[in-house]
């Protein structure tokens, strides 16, 4: 047809040994950039391969693809069996464009909710694509009939006694975190503070939607003694199932940066400021969305009278791909419309002016660090924020990004303690002795010892490391060091 020779080079052999690109997958820079998977086929939506992780059961697609095609994972080791369709067909995967008739034997759906020839041993293992729920699980696409048993289930579930003592430990899953008061509590005070903010509408599901789901977060928010301030729950939208182009475009957020929190702290303690420290209630929820953006609702509190239903998001929501930016475009807006002006060397930074009197405001995220040369002048401003945001007034500084600030008769000090023994107990060396000397400088630290045999925990440690420096330079040398061994740390290292 256009006059040349196909080119097949791109087609593999199915089930074989391949290693994808997960870099755009994983969160920490830290993690492995690629895993053993089996290759499964092409993806019907992207230009790529689609991979199955042998120890995740998770499905990637990604384009760049090493391929050991004479291997194959489930040739020997397991015995291949074939499944059969289920007689009800499966609920529509939001990442999908399914077409109006349901047809069950259709490669996109199959493929997705689960391999069509996979192991007896390993069946019941697998995931869908991108981790997302069992296809055979309830959701709002689903007849009204399956809708209404899952308001049933969630009704049920929140109907038994809870424990009431408080819990010591931050739950993973909402099931462990529905059986504590504390825990069902928050997620009531988080479900009430999004109903107030109107962050969404309930409408009727239809199968063009790219529906998102959502998950509980759990925290237990700390004093800087380690004593337990409030337990938090946070309701986070699965964002990884986003259509770019479509639910989301910009995703890009400044960060604020340690020289600029060293210079905010030197200048309040030559100037003799007083720093205040705000907090934005529910920062996320503030933001008003310009696409359509459509999420399952809350686990355990789904609409008894329209369980079917999907919840059409007007405000921003945590997970979303464009939440932090849509924060920060918000606070921005606001800061500049009443006089401040953004720094050109950090855009955290904030300064507002008037005559001689002068205000500093540091942004990080939802946490807000505010000091100038007039009390009252700082007031006045605190109280413009407070009607535009609902926000905290927690007094002098004293806890900020894990950093203990204590005030003394010589100025500020600050200190990590609790930062320093939450890495030592993640290291496992709570318990040993202190050195004098952190590092040798003479002896070589390239040995030929065997590889450690956690290289994402080495790197999660030495990533701790990093950030601890802010407060303890005398550490600077030893972690240069170790940063130098990232790629294959060894046992002596």
Known sequence: MFRRTPDYNFLCTFGCLCFPFLRPYHAHKLDFRSS?????GYSSSHLGYRCLDLESDR??????????????????????????????????????????????????TMALCRPLLISSSASSRYRSHFSMPSCTSTSHGSSSKAALSTATAAASAVSFNRVVSPPSHEPLVFNDANKYEVWHSAMREEIQALRTNKTWTLVPFHHSMNVVGSRWVYKIKRRSDGSIERYKARLVARGFTQQEGIEYSETFNPVIKQATVRLVFSIAVSCDWKIHQLDIHNAFLNDVLDEDVYMKQPPSFVDSALPSHV??????????KQAPRAWYTRLNDFLLSIGFRASKVDTSLFIFSVGVDICYLLVYVDDILFRGSNSLLLQRLIQLLSSEFKLRDLGYVHYFLGIE??????????????????I???????????????????????????LFSNATRFRQIVGALQYLTFTHPNICFAVNRVCQFMHAPTDSH
């Open 311 to 320: 919840c059409r998001l007007h405000k921003s929501l945590y997970g979303l």
């Open 59 to 108: 499905i990637y697609v990604s384009r760049h693809v090493r391929f050991h095609e004479n291997v194959f994972p489930f040739a020997k080791s397991e015995q291949v069996t074939s499944l059969p369709v289920p007689p009800t067909p499966p609920t529509y995967l939001p990442s999908l464009h399914p077409p109006p008739s349901f047809q069950p034997t259709t490669y996109q």
């Open 36 to 40: 053993p998977c089996v290759f499964l």
């Open 405 to 422: 600030v204590q005030s003394t008769s010589m100025g500020l000090m600050l200190c990590h303690h609790k930062y320093i023994l939450d």
């Open 424 to 450: 030592l107990t993640r290291a496992g060396m709570l318990s040993c002795k202190p050195v004098d000397t952190l590092i040798s400088t003479s002896k070589a630290t390239i040995l030929p010892d065997p």
